[in-house]
Nanobody
Framework: QLQPVESGGGLVQPGGSLRLSCAVSGFTSDSHAVGWFRQAPGKEREGVACISFHDGRIQYADSMKGRFTISRDSAKNTVYLQMDNLKPEDTAVYYC??????????????????????WGKGTLVTVSS
């Protein structure tokens, strides 16, 4: 099974930047999609972005466009989430998730909304002065 492992969380001041990493193991080909999700204290989980690992197509949740950038390094089997101009309301546990297969843009948008099959344990991002 796919195993995502997140890293890179921490404390950052408002307006600052942070890059999260997600190393994915357990796959036998590039046919999988990887996404970032977050859950703030007392709130429901929300999707951030999704990337198709074999061809690099990207989808973002509408509310996440502009300050968040998802990317991948195929050689390192790693997906990144670059977060800029962070705000206190971005404080959350950020999760990386993955699912096998190749998906259309519409399917990727659906996964952002409903989730994926394999989940990491999360990394905490705290935005505070």
């Amino acid at each position: 099974q796919l195993q995502p492992v997140e890293s890179g969380g921490g404390l950052v001041q408002p307006g600052g930047s942070l890059r999260l990493s997600c190393a994915v193991s357990g796959f036998t080909s590039d046919s999988h999609a990887v996404g970032w999700f977050r859950q703030a204290p007392g709130k429901e989980r929300e999707g951030v972005a999704c990337i198709s690992f074999h061809d690099g197509r990207i989808q973002y949740a509408d509310s996440m466009k502009g300050r968040f950038t998802i990317s991948r390094d195929s050689a390192k089997n790693t997906v990144y989430l670059q977060m800029d101009n962070l705000k206190p309301e971005d404080t959350a546990v950020y999760y990386c998730a993955a699912t096998r297969g190749q998906y259309s843009d519409a399917a990727m948008r659906s996964m952002i909304q409903y989730g994926m099959d394999y989940w990491g344990k999360g990394t905490l991002v705290t935005v505070s002065s």
